[in-house]
């Protein structure tokens, strides 16, 4: 028996919640960039693209192309929480949902057929859901028997595309496909490729495996069963996960930065975001790293190790402050990371002692409200005038198992009279 595995590429992510955010950003070529003076567009509207910006432009390319670009500021912590939003929205169709990246996913519904009638019908709900939750941001759905022709089919038609490849289809699909369009094949395979005369899925589907393994080893076999639209890999859902070896995150700042208090400020701000990460999965760990980056990309890492587990963030700032004041800086920072690793999983300490208890009793509240109107909306006084610092860079590990940001004004304001 086939499944029917669907994958949901959301239509440019970043650009399209900013103008969902901002009404006055609507129809009007925007690019989404990093801090404002170190930056590059990570994502652009499609009124934007039209002008040729693409990702990874410096701001200056993007300008030159599009004079009268509007550039947006990212904030990390809005698209995570619309993610997590996102995930909730899935997992009303089906359990079995893989976070493949902050705005992709993949799902498995072949069991949740029977219940809703067919896949194309789940799809066109789910798109529904989005519009009505969400807003204006868009899909483009693939719904295939596997990961790989899902993904396949979720590029094909953009923006707010759905796309469905059949069993039977596959074959005359892929005949002439370039394969580069194969998930998985960059411009140096390809180029690798077509030094073999092997330009198409269907040249690379009737290779020799010999010479396939000859020249890229063990991939080799690999590459074959692609080009015949061959996938077994499953849909992973996040509980089936294993488990992080460390949770991290790091910013580079706006400007280089050599005053103790602004870099104390910066370290509470991450050891906050480590916190609730760590809290979100069930994890503590003993060591915290601290990573530091001169203007000159020189870059270290100090680690200290307690005698206990933790994952509240005032315990994780204060190990990396300390860290800190054993370092003798020889220039300015351009860039801090926090890490924490040694972890483990579901450990439950009880404080003994009515201090510890009424800090985690805060820290537990904070995480309350945080997930229901969206991180940072009650933080630290510290924190207040820069809580949504620009230069933070994604988390490397999917985010999972949180509440989003409401992207309604309404419920902002909501949020804004019960802080």
Known sequence: MYKTIMHIDMNAFFASVEQQVNPALRGKPIAVI????????????????????????????????????????????????????????????????????????????????????????????????????LGRLTCSIGIAPNKLLAKLGSDMKKPDGLVIIQQEDIGRLLEHLPVRELWGIGPRLEMHLATMGIKTCGELGRASVLSLKNRFGVIGERLKLMAQGIDDSPVIPMEQEADAKSVGHSMTLDRDVSDTETLERHILQLSEMVGRRLRRGGYSGRTVALTLRYPDFTTFTRRSTAGMYMNNSVDIYIAAKEILNTIRLQQPIRLIGISVCNLTRNTVQIPLFSVERIKQAATHTMDKINDRYGDFCITWGTLIERYHHKGVISPAWRPEGVKCVNLSTQKGKKANRKR
């Open 34 to 133: 990093g801090s404002n003076e170190r930056t590059v567009v990570t994502t652009s509207s499609y009124e934007a693209r039209a002008y040729g910006v693409k990702t990874g432009m410096t701001k200056y390319e993007a300008r030159r192309l599009c004079p009268h670009i509007i550039l947006v500021a990212g904030d990390t912590s809005r698209y995570t929480d619309t993610c997590r939003r996102l995930v909730e929205t899935y997992r009303q169709y089906t359990p079995i949902v893989e976070v493949y990246s902050v705005d992709e996913a993949f799902l498995d519904v072949t069991g949740s057929i029977p219940l809703f009638g067919g896949a194309e019908v789940i799809a066109k709900n789910i798109k529904k859901d989005i519009r009505k939750t």
